[in-house]
């Protein structure tokens, strides 16, 4: 399995997600309106993202720090009008057959519209399928709600939270950080053809 996912055919991904178009980014990807994403107070607030301005040049350097082997940024892109709204990033660990997943709806006016609710099934099958990683994993800030909450909901596990573990940008506070998983066997049983989301 891991020779097959080091071949460079892995490292230009594009499938169709519906309205949404998920691809490889490039350092061409880098854009001015992903560095306004990060300074979004909901994001940083989400995120816990140093309250500090990227640059375009910080952001392609950024880009280029993903091997598009094991280290995967995709774009989530609108297929309608083009426009990049977010991005995936995956650490893969092909020996363990686990990936830990990451995901921003960059756009403000694309946040709780479904672009999560509409990609996530390709996603995961990508994910589950192609890659053939069996354990899907996140990490997510416990006052993150949202996420964890539709994580929950669609099948996955808080395997523990930890305490005080992450401090607040903001306000140097302790904040708790909770480690969640999906195992593929658990997502293909929620997931028969064509039936369930994630
Ligand atoms: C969290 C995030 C990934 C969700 O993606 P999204 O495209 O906005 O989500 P959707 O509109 O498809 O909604 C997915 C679920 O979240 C819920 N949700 C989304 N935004 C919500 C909000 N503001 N308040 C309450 N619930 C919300 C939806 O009701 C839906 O619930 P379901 O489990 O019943 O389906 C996105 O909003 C985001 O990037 N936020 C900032 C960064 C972040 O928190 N990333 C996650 C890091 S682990």
């Known amino acids: 399995m891991a020779a097959a996912h080091t071949s460079t055919a892995q490292t230009n991904v594009s499938f169709d997600a519906g ?3 998920i691809r490889t980014l490039t350092a061409a990807d880098a854009s001015d ?12 607030h989400s995120l816990n993202v140093a309250p500090r301005r990227m640059t375009r040049v910080e952001i392609a350097n950024y880009i280029k720090t993903f091997d598009q082997r094991s280290s995967l940024l995709w774009g989530i ?9 977010g991005f ?9 057959s686990q990936g830990l997943v990451n995901l921003l709806v960059g756009e403000p006016e694309y946040r709780n519209h ?4 509409a990609i996530r099934r390709q996603f995961a099958e990508y994910f589950f399928d192609t890659l053939g990683l069996r354990t899907m994993m996140a990490t997510a800030l416990a006052r993150n709600e949202i996420i964890v909450n539709t994580l929950l909901k669609a ?13 607040d940008h903001a306000t140097g506070a302790k904040l708790d950080l909770c480690l ?6 658990a997502w293909r ?10």
């Open 155 to 167: 099948g996955w596990t808080i395997n523990q939270t930890l305490k005080q573990n992450v401090v």
């Open 19 to 21: 309205e949404y178009l």
């Open 180 to 185: 969640l998983s999906l195992s593929r066997k």
């Open 114 to 117: 479904g672009v999560l609710s």
């Open 77 to 85: 892109f609108a297929k309608r009008t083009g426009a990049h709204i």
């Open 189 to 198: 049983a929620r997931n028969k053809p064509k039936d369930r989301p994630v």
């Open 88 to 96: 995936f990033t995956v650490q893969a660990d092909y020996a363990r």
């Open 33 to 44: 309106r992903w560095a306004v994403w990060m300074a979004d107070p909901e994001v940083r």
